[in-house]
């Protein structure tokens, strides 16, 4: 269940309250997703992180340093500065431990290259 709190942040990130919310499939991940439908009919991504932003349900690495930031936003960068179309990244709040994201729509890299 999405918190109350990350509702309010939606609706303060783009002025509207969803017109709903639909819970999407996840794979092999903590993470739970969500699909927002604003009253466009425009969709945005919100990834909800498991409680501890550097849980388990993290990327695993060999990395023994202070990470500067989650795995997840660290790979983004890599891949927008390599000219690999991802979905942006809209908005992090670690205090809510989730991420919107650009909605790239049902689409898997698994189905295209099957």
Same mark, same amino acid.
């Given at each position: 269940?999405?918190?109350?709190?990350?509702? %309010?942040?939606?609706?303060?990130?783009?002025?509207?309250s969803?017109?709903?919310?639909?819970?999407?499939?996840? %794979?092999?991940?903590?993470?739970?997703?969500?699909?927002?439908?604003?009253?466009?009919?425009?969709?945005?991504?919100?990834?909800?992180?498991?409680?501890?932003?550097?849980?388990?349900?993290?990327?695993?690495?060999?990395?023994?340093?202070?990470?500067?930031?989650?795995?997840f936003?660290?790979?983004?960068?890599?891949?927008?500065?390599?000219?690999?179309?991802?979905?942006?990244?809209?908005?992090?709040?670690?205090?809510?431990?989730?991420?919107?994201?650009? %909605?790239?729509g049902?689409?898997?890299?698994?189905?295209?290259?099957?």
């Open positions: 269940m999405m918190s109350t709190n990350l509702k %309010d942040q939606y609706e303060k990130m783009f002025s509207q969803p017109l709903k919310i639909t819970k999407l499939h996840g %794979d092999a991940s903590n993470r739970i997703y969500y699909r927002a439908t604003l009253q466009n009919q425009t969709t945005y991504i919100i990834m909800q992180l498991p409680a501890g932003a550097s849980s388990v349900s993290e990327e695993i690495t060999n990395f023994k340093g202070k990470k500067d930031e989650l795995p936003l660290n790979i983004a960068t890599f891949l927008e500065k390599n000219k690999i179309p991802i979905p942006e990244v809209l908005r992090f709040s670690p205090e809510e431990n989730c991420i919107i994201l650009e %909605d790239l049902d689409t898997t890299l698994e189905s295209i290259i099957k």
